[in-house]
């Protein structure tokens, strides 16, 4: 059953913690993405890759660490730098053809304790 | 990077049809256009795609003009189901792989 997943569902951080948000994807694609949402906005990029073990910072990067040491991994860390980490993180992936679309994971919902 | 706009509200009737419109003046030459469904605490759905003119499928139609400057979602008579935020993406898979969604148009079907 191919797609992308991410855990946990929930996740909750005390204050000065760093919390790492799991994404994995089975699809092969080569892009991944991680997006924030915050209640009632759009989407803000976070961090992207195109290649294993290359990444780029999007608009919102400040406070946030990706690695990307297998494709079909992605994993974010929210670090104690990023004050105001509370916000839905969605992953997605794609392939890297033309015309190619994203496919999104669930879904992590950050809470901070 | 194409910067897209979109109205942030609409609302529609239960069976009527909707037209979502979206502006993207700088749209370039490889670029295609978008568009997802979210519904509230989930990831965004694909709707359709498309480059340029008409594109159709079984959910929705895509229309875009010949200066492909902007483009229009339209969601054929809705329901309440509907209900969710529609966001236009502009980009290349290419050389300008970093897709940025927009604030997106949050449709409310009423009954």
């Known amino acids: 059953d191919g797609g992308i997943t991410q855990s946990p569902k929930y996740l909750f951080r005390k204050e000065g913690q760093n919390v790492t948000l799991s994404c994995e994807q089975n699809l092969n694609h080569d892009a991944m993405y991680w997006y924030r949402q915050d209640p009632g906005q759009g989407l803000r990029l976070i961090y992207y890759?195109?290649?294993?073990?290359?990444?780029q910072k999007g608009d919102i990067a400040e406070g946030y660490s990706v690695s990307r040491e297998k494709k079909e991994s992605f994993p974010l860390t929210v670090t104690s730098a990023q004050k105001n980490p509370t916000a839905f993180y969605l992953c997605?992936?794609?392939?890297?053809?033309?015309?190619?679309?994203?496919?999104f994971g669930p879904g992590t919902r950050l809470l901070v304790l | 990077l194409a910067k897209t706009t979109q109205p942030i509200s609409m609302d529609s009737y239960e069976g009527q049809e909707v037209n979502i419109t979206c502006s993207h003046n700088n749209i370039a030459t490889n670029d295609y256009i978008t568009w997802y469904q979210q519904f509230p605490s989930q990831g965004p759905r694909f709707i359709i795609q498309?480059?340029?003119t008409k594109v159709t499928n079984e959910v929705a139609s895509l229309f875009i003009p010949a200066d492909r400057k902007s483009s229009t979602l339209s969601l054929p008579r809705v329901s309440l189901s509907d209900t969710a935020v529609y966001y236009c993406?502009?980009?290349?898979?290419?050389?300008?792989?970093?897709?940025?969604f927009g604030a997106g148009t949050r449709l409310t079907v009423k009954p």
């Open positions: 498309g480059y340029k």
């Open positions: 890759s195109q290649i294993v073990n290359d990444f």
């Open positions: 993406l502009v980009g290349s898979g290419y050389n300008n792989n970093d897709m940025r």
């Open positions: 997605a992936s794609m392939g890297l053809a033309y015309q190619e679309t994203q496919y």
